[in-house]
């Protein structure tokens, strides 16, 4: 098993996902989260705000099998974008609908996304509905579809690893749309597994974006492809106002603050709360070593104590699982 699968299946793991929860933010997890409150939350927004960086919010939290987790998600959601707009910060929500019960059920899941796209549409905040895995692709797509019916102020993710991409991005053109690599383990019958294939797709589907969508929010750490995107608005007379560049907080913070800088739109999407470990572990997937050189800074020692840590929770999923 590759490192990157095992951080996948510790991303998964639901007695993980629920034990770090009581803790606070472990493993240099307070890095790339931006802390457990939304007070927390609100700070580091205002830090980016003040650099001409507007954000989006996830309240972390998915795989949720029990409506009762779901409604306080749902309720939670509500209330930062109440404090959104009380405190006049520039941000918008992200949300995952496995968050708010799509695993349990459709119907009671799009009951949950009514009420914060009412909520939201009252202040005219955006709502990003965040691409999980292959499962929940179609339903989500059909969340959105339904919703935007009432609220239009609502668009999704593309995620580039998909064969079926290019066909949804087409159907979904009118929307706006983030468009990513993709973060979790998919199968070859759907996905890219090649990061050249999925690299290519990437810019195949921000082009095709840019020049017949709406909106499009380029999703990426990537320099490469972010040089590609410069030079490609450049040459096709694509104004400022129809793009942004988006990463994820604590990720390349000097290349954020350079891109919004150069006049370029910028969002940071900004986790926070105590479900942080399936999050942080996928991050993880992607790029171990982001993680720790984190974790050097923190503990000044031990670069290596996270993947140490990592692994043995790995191990402890396997007995837990097999128990
Ligand atoms: C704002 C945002 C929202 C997202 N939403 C979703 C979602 O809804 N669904 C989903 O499936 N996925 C989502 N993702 C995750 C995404 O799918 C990728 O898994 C993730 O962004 C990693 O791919 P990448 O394009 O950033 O670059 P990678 O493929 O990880 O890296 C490519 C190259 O970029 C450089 N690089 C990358 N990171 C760094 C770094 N920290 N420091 C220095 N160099 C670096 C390196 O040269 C690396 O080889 C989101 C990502 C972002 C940024």
Redesign the pocket.
């Known amino acids: 098993m590759k490192l990157k699968d095992v951080f996948i299946s510790l991303s998964e793991n639901q007695f993980l996902n629920q034990a770090a929860q009581k803790y606070g933010l472990k493993m240099g997890a307070s890095s790339v989260v931006a802390g457990t409150t939304i007070e927390e939350a609100i700070e580091g927004i205002r830090e980016l705000n003040r650099r001409g960086i507007s954000c989006?919010v996830d309240c972390l939290g998915e795989f949720v099998s029990d409506k009762a987790e779901a409604t306080k998600a749902k309720d939670q959601i509500i209330h930062v974008i109440e404090a959104i707009h009380d405190t006049e910060v520039d941000a918008h929500i992200?949300l995952?609908p496995s968050q708010l019960g799509l695993d349990i059920d459709y119907a009671f899941c799009l009951e949950n996304l009514k009420e914060i796209a009412e909520t939201a549409s009252r202040y005219e905040m955006f709502i990003?509905?965040?691409?999980?895995?292959y499962e929940r692709l179609e339903p989500s797509f059909r969340l959105l579809e339904e919703l935007t019916q009432n609220y239009p102020n609502i668009g999704?993710?593309i995620?580039?690893?998909f064969y079926r991409a290019q066909s949804d991005i087409e159907r979904l053109k009118d929307y706006r749309l983030?468009i990513?690599?993709?973060?979790?383990k998919e199968t070859n019958d759907v996905a890219y597994q090649d990061?050249m294939d999925?690299?290519d797709n990437?810019l195949r589907l921000i082009e095709y974006h840019l020049q017949n969508g709406k909106f499009t929010?380029i999703?990426?750490?990537?320099?490469?492809?972010i040089e590609h995107v410069k030079r490609f608005v450049e040459a096709n007379h694509i104004p400022k106002d129809k793009f942004e560049f988006?990463?994820?907080y604590g990720?390349?913070t000097e290349?954020q603050y350079q891109l919004a800088k150069e006049g370029y739109q910028f969002?940071?999407?900004v986790p926070f709360g105590t479900d942080w470990y399936g999050y942080f572990m996928?991050?993880l997937?992607?790029?171990p070593?982001?993680i720790s050189?984190v974790t050097k800074q923190v503990f000044n020692k031990k670069t290596n104590i996270i993947l140490g840590v990592a692994a043995g929770a790995f191990l402890l999923g396997r007995i837990t699982k097999k128990k």
């Open positions: 989006t992200s995952k990003n509905i965040d691409m999980e895995n999704t993710v995620q580039a690893y983030r990513v690599k993709g973060a979790y990061k999925i690299d990437f929010s999703a990426t750490h990537d320099h490469q492809i988006q990463m994820l990720f390349r290349l969002c940071t999407y996928r991050r997937a992607e790029r070593q982001n050189l």
